[in-house]
């Protein structure tokens, strides 16, 4: 079934521009693709799920990849770069006692007290833009707000935020299949950079705890079990990072869907009781996580070709959120959607610890713009992409209003 000459490249500027046509070709002629590194890539929802569901047969340790994988390598070079216990790369039993440990911090009633500070947060950068006729939507809109909400739970100052941005992009190509050595490079010194401020942070919280999610964290113990120092540092780089690149692209590719969908956005403009809904859509249609991967514990039938041990098993969310088999007329936005089985949070063990939160700033930021600025629009005709794979997000969005 893998084709001799057909290549896909995530990196190649016009996917990462419009991927969706590609997904298609790939879902009708090769479900499953061997890129020209020997990795598998699947597309279809059912393939998807049947890949990020099994757990006993797929991890997601890179350190079961084949020696010669060399996006395998990478990533294992980045672990051993973050002391290795990033939950995104650990299988049970050491995921289950250390996801256990934190996510009692973003379950939905946890996440929900945080509604008024996120309104709050919202209605002062609006405010800040609105003297100005114009702003970047990213980076004073979309950017800013998931970073000091996720920065105010972990209890980090202010005053050291400005730093994260200068670094955060750098680090999230270390979740990339990177061929450059220089990117590699650049991530795993961020990477590192992150890691030196998380310990210096820590020893201030030892010495002056505060009512913070770190401060719990360097107390919390369930079942006679802690989290040691380089689990909480690795954890506290992931959530931070996660916590507001992924928010801010779905709040810029959100609105860049609205924008582009005119009767939708007015649909959502006049509608109030879309806000929830139009969120779980406007995720499924231009998902801010495009790709996941695991690898094979063993050989594994799937989609008409076999998966070898220590093989690689990508599978693209951004693909699976537009089959045609789970989703009517998957191209379109539409807002009223019924099926809402959306995968832009992966599904399983790995399913989005910061789900919650995400959906919530997303219900709040994205109708808040619109209604504050009911003449928004787009300056530039094609705006710019970011370079990252698996986080799909853009560089700037200029708009007017």
Same mark, same amino acid.
């Given at each position: 079934?893998?084709?001799?000459?057909?290549?896909?490249? !995530?990196?190649? !500027?016009?996917?990462?521009?419009?991927?969706?046509?590609?997904?298609?070709?790939?879902?009708?002629?090769? !479900?499953?693709?061997?890129?020209?590194?020997?990795?598998?890539?699947?597309?279809?929802?059912?393939?998807?799920?049947?890949?990020?569901?099994?757990?006993?047969?797929?991890?997601?340790?890179?350190?079961?990849?084949?020696?010669?994988?060399?996006?395998?390598?990478?990533?294992?070079?980045?672990?051993?770069?973050?002391?290795?216990?990033?939950?995104?790369?650990?299988?049970?039993?050491?995921?289950?006692?250390?996801?256990?440990?934190?996510?009692?911090?973003?379950?939905?009633?946890?996440?929900?007290?945080?509604?008024?500070? +996120?309104?709050?947060?919202?209605?002062?950068?609006?405010?800040?833009?609105?003297?100005?006729?114009?702003?970047?939507?990213?980076?004073?809109?979309?950017?800013?707000?998931?970073?000091?909400?996720?920065?105010?739970?972990?209890?980090?100052?202010?005053?050291?935020?400005?730093?994260?941005?200068?670094?955060?992009?750098?680090?999230?190509? *270390?979740?990339? !299949?990177?061929?450059?050595?220089?990117?590699?490079?650049?991530?795993?010194?961020?990477?590192?950079?992150?890691?030196?401020?998380?310990?210096?942070?820590?020893?201030?919280?030892?010495?002056?705890?505060?009512?913070?999610?770190?401060?719990?964290? *360097?107390?919390?113990?369930?079942?006679?079990?802690?989290?040691?120092?380089?689990?909480?540092?690795?954890?506290?780089?992931?959530? *931070?990072?996660?916590?507001?690149?992924?928010?801010?692209?779905?709040?810029?590719?959100?609105?860049?869907?609205?924008?582009?969908? %005119?009767?939708?956005?007015?649909?959502?403009?006049?509608?109030?009781?879309?806000?929830?809904?139009?969120?779980?859509?406007?995720?499924?249609?231009?998902?801010?996580?495009?790709?996941?991967?695991?690898?094979? *514990?063993?050989?594994?039938?799937?989609?008409?070709?076999?998966?070898?041990?220590?093989?690689?098993?990508?599978?693209?969310?951004?693909?699976?959120?537009?089959?045609?088999?789970?989703?009517?007329?998957?191209?379109?936005?539409?807002?009223?959607?019924?099926?809402?089985?959306?995968?832009?949070?992966?599904?399983?063990?790995?399913?989005?610890?910061?789900?919650?939160?995400?959906?919530?700033?997303?219900?709040?930021? +994205? %109708?808040?713009?619109?209604?504050?600025?009911?003449?928004?629009?787009?300056?530039?005709?094609?705006?710019?992409?970011?370079?990252?794979?698996?986080?799909?997000?853009?560089?700037?969005?200029?708009?007017?209003?």
């Amino acid at each position: 079934m893998a084709s001799v000459t057909f290549h896909f490249d !995530p990196a190649d !500027p016009a996917v990462r521009a419009d991927p969706f046509p590609t997904f298609r070709w790939l879902r009708e002629h090769e !479900p499953a693709h061997r890129n020209r590194t020997g990795q598998w890539l699947f597309t279809r929802h059912a393939d998807v799920m049947a890949v990020l569901r099994d757990a006993a047969r797929f991890s997601s340790d890179p350190s079961h990849r084949n020696p010669d994988d060399a996006t395998g390598r990478d990533q294992r070079q980045a672990m051993e770069g973050t002391k290795g216990q990033t939950l995104l790369f650990l299988d049970p039993p050491d995921h289950t006692r250390l996801r256990a440990l934190v996510s009692r911090a973003f379950t939905p009633k946890v996440v929900e007290h945080l509604r008024p500070r +996120i309104v709050t947060l919202v209605d002062a950068l609006l405010e800040r833009a609105a003297d100005t006729g114009s702003m970047d939507l990213i980076a004073d809109f979309a950017y800013p707000l998931p970073v000091a909400v996720i920065c105010e739970m972990l209890g980090i100052p202010e005053a050291d935020r400005d730093e994260f941005h200068r670094w955060s992009a750098d680090a999230t190509r *270390l979740l990339d !299949p990177i061929t450059d050595p220089e990117v590699l490079e650049r991530g795993l010194v961020a990477g590192a950079w992150f890691m030196e401020y998380f310990a210096a942070f820590f020893e201030r919280h030892r010495r002056e705890p505060d009512d913070d999610l770190v401060s719990e964290l *360097l107390a919390v113990e369930e079942a006679g079990d802690r989290l040691s120092i380089e689990e909480l540092m690795s954890t506290c780089v992931l959530l *931070l990072l996660a916590g507001h690149e992924t928010t801010a692209n779905l709040i810029g590719n959100g609105t860049l869907a609205l924008l582009r969908h %005119p009767d939708q956005l007015t649909h959502l403009r006049e509608d109030p009781a879309l806000d929830r809904v139009a969120v779980e859509e406007l995720l499924r249609y231009d998902s801010p996580v495009q790709y996941d991967g695991r690898t094979a *514990l063993e050989d594994v039938e799937l989609a008409g070709v076999t998966v070898r041990a220590g093989e690689a098993a990508i599978v693209s969310l951004g693909a699976a959120n537009r089959d045609p088999d789970v989703f009517d007329e998957p191209d379109r936005l539409d807002l009223e959607r019924a099926n809402l089985h959306h995968l832009a949070f992966g599904v399983g063990i790995h399913y989005c610890l910061g789900a919650a939160l995400a959906r919530l700033e997303g219900q709040l930021a +994205i %109708p808040r713009l619109i209604r504050r600025f009911p003449n928004l629009l787009v300056t530039v005709d094609e705006p710019e992409w970011r370079e990252h794979v698996v986080l799909r997000g853009l560089t700037a969005l200029p708009v007017s209003f």
